[in-house]
């Protein structure tokens, strides 16, 4: 199974960007998808995730209202809407699947290389 993350880029406050993520071998429509993201000196943090069936999505309260996660099983890519961005929003951005119902980072198996979002203020 590969991922692979794409959209990460340079951007101001207030500004948007998009991440996709592709995965490749495995299953994708049984999988759970989830964002984290982790800056200089701190640990890997949860975004958002988007259950296997799509029906659910879960978002950490500090993107809540501004981050939207999706899924595309046809193109076996996620999506991460980002919108009105903050210089704490600064961060390497990655991709991760897992089967079922992941409730940590650790239940997640699978990892892209991660993309860089910078946000300058």
């Known amino acids: 199974v590969q991922l692979a993350e794409s959209g990460g880029g340079l951007v101001q406050a207030g500004g948007s960007l998009r991440l996709a993520c592709a995965i490749s071998?495995?299953?994708?429509?049984?999988?759970?998808m989830g964002w984290f993201r982790q800056a200089p000196g701190k640990e890997r943090e949860f975004v958002a995730a988007v259950r296997w069936g799509g029906d659910l999505t879960y978002s950490a309260d500090s993107v809540k209202g501004r981050f939207t996660i999706s899924r595309d099983n046809a193109k076996n890519t996620v999506y991460l809407q980002m919108n009105n961005l903050k210089s704490e929003d600064t961060a390497v951005y990655y991709c991760a699947a897992a089967y079922g119902d992941p409730r940590t980072t650790n239940d997640y198996p699978y990892w892209g290389q991660g993309t860089q979002v910078t946000v300058s203020s």
């Open positions: 071998g495995g299953t994708f429509h049984m999988y759970t």
